[in-house]
């Protein structure tokens, strides 16, 4: 065979495998944008699942918010009102009244209470500006009595705002998951560049070890991506645990301040007819102002037990045992 159609045919051959080595670079390249941009959804999935469930707890915790400040405008206002002006209030004789021994007109507990419905009222009423959804959603978060009992003005409602801003799951129902609000997963998502991927080569035909190597970045960028879904999927229950229980709160409160309601129209009829001398009341008429002010206590206690603690955003214990003790 004569020497140059030799050379020919290797040369001919080499061309054959360049082809072949640039499709299979052709098609590795392929594969690794199909990886980076299933990822990208998958990203955008799991952000758009962790918006929508912080925006559901927080309209969950508002509720809850709300429902406090009504209470407190309302029932616990009304029996306040009354409550205040009873004279000769003993509970001391009342058969299994104990815990009532330290809750008279006088008491601490009933001036605490005065500053919060007048807080409440004047929210209602317009009277008070300033408290924004930041606001009622720590009240909804945090114990409502104590932290309206000393506003009584608009400018300590008004810090609630940023009571609500500097907290970690608070950050998490109103902050972003790309700009760190979860604490957790943005870190991966920033660094790592997860919301946008690797950057990929796309010039028409690249070498094989060059496209193996882009496979490689993108075969990393999904196990960040499984990775941030896991923790995004995390984020998910630890919000629907806080949605959940915060609803749990609220049908409670509704519960209670319903018997309240019951209890302070029986304490209304007393004084209306008796007056205000509890000491001249007969038996039945005690136990009619004695039941109304466990009715107001037991409010007051599930009123200011915190949601969520201040320092981490976890849910508290104390929540969990009020719903426990009250949830059925």
């Not at 915790?61 to 000769?88: H, P, R, Y």
């Not at 609500?164 to 609000?181: C, D, F, P, Q």
């Amino acid at each position: 065979m004569p020497i140059p159609f030799i050379l020919g045919a290797i040369a001919v051959g080499s061309g054959l495998i360049g082809v072949a080595g640039a499709i299979d670079a052709k098609e590795t390249l392929k594969q690794a944008k199909l990886i980076v941009e299933e990822g990208k959804e998958c990203v955008k999935e799991s952000e758009q699942k962790v918006e929508s469930s912080k925006r559901n707890t927080n309209i969950r915790i508002q509720e809850l918010g709300k429902e406090k400040i009504s209470i407190m405008a309302g029932n616990i206002k009304s029996f306040v009102d009354i409550f205040s002006k009873l004279k000769n209030v003993n509970f001391k004789d009342s058969v299994g009244m104990e815990e009532l021994r330290n809750f008279t007109p006088d008491s601490s507990s009933i001036k605490e209470l005065r500053l919060a419905s007048i807080s409440a009222a004047q929210i209602i009423g317009g009277a008070t500006t300033g408290l924004t959804g930041g606001g009622i959603t720590a009240l909804g978060a945090y114990g409502a009595v104590s932290t309206l009992a000393t506003a009584s003005t608009g400018t300590a409602i008004g810090t609630l705002s940023g009571v609500a801003a500097t907290n970690a799951t608070l950050a998490w129902v109103g902050g972003s998951i790309a700009s760190g609000g979860l604490g957790m997963a943005a870190g991966t998502a920033v660094l790592g560049g997860i919301v946008l991927g690797p950057a990929l080569l796309v010039s028409g035909i690249i070498a094989s070890s060059k496209a193996d190597a882009e496979l490689s970045k993108a075969k990393t960028y999904r196990a960040k991506v499984e990775q941030f879904q896991s923790e995004c999927m995390h984020v998910e229950s630890v919000l629907r645990a806080i949605s959940t229980r915060a609803t749990q709160i609220t049908e409670i409160l509704k519960r209670l301040d319903r018997q309240s309601n019951v209890y302070n129209n029986k304490l209304k009829a007393v004084v209306k007819t008796q007056g205000y001398d509890y000491s001249a009341y007969s038996v039945e008429d005690k136990k009619y102002v004695a039941s109304a002010a466990m009715a107001i206590k037991t409010l007051k206690v599930v009123l200011d037990t915190p949601l969520l603690h201040e320092e981490n955003g976890t849910l508290t214990e104390k929540s969990a045992m009020i719903i426990k003790q009250y949830g059925k």
